[in-house]
């Protein structure tokens, strides 16, 4: 049984810094990119952060680049969200997703429940 279970949230004022982490099972996380997603209310799902299946390739929205830091271990079956200098706009709950390497683009297969972030100003 697939899981991706998103741990670290919560409240935090602005300038803070959160971690979280994405504890995967059920599949072989090695053979998978993985990404961050984040969504609030009345807004889409947006893509903050990604990497490639060993850690090496990173990518990242413009609206988090220089504060947030997405890092995994695959000796540890988890991805990391490193985010510093936060704003209130980064408000949302955040979900860690999976994709098989070889799939091209963001259709990402497995998705874990969310967690809040709230930055308060």
């Known amino acids: 049984q697939v899981q991706l279970v998103e741990s670290g949230g919560g409240l935090v004022q602005a300038g803070g810094s959160l971690r979280l982490s994405c504890a995967a099972s059920?599949?072989?996380?090695?053979?998978?990119?993985m990404g961050w997603f984040r969504q609030s209310p009345g807004k889409e799902r947006e893509r903050v952060a990604a990497t490639g299946r060993r850690g090496v390739s990173t990518y990242y929205a413009d609206s988090v680049k220089g504060r947030f830091t997405i890092s995994r271990d695959n000796a540890k079956n988890t991805v990391y969200l490193q985010m510093n200098g936060l704003k209130p706009e980064d408000t949302a709950v955040y979900y860690c997703?999976?994709?098989?390497?070889?799939?091209?683009?963001?259709?990402?297969?497995?998705w874990g429940q969310g967690t809040q972030v709230t930055v308060s100003s």
């Open positions: 997703a999976a994709k098989y390497f070889l799939v091209i683009g963001s259709d990402y297969s497995y």
């Open positions: 059920g599949f072989t996380f090695s053979s998978y990119d």
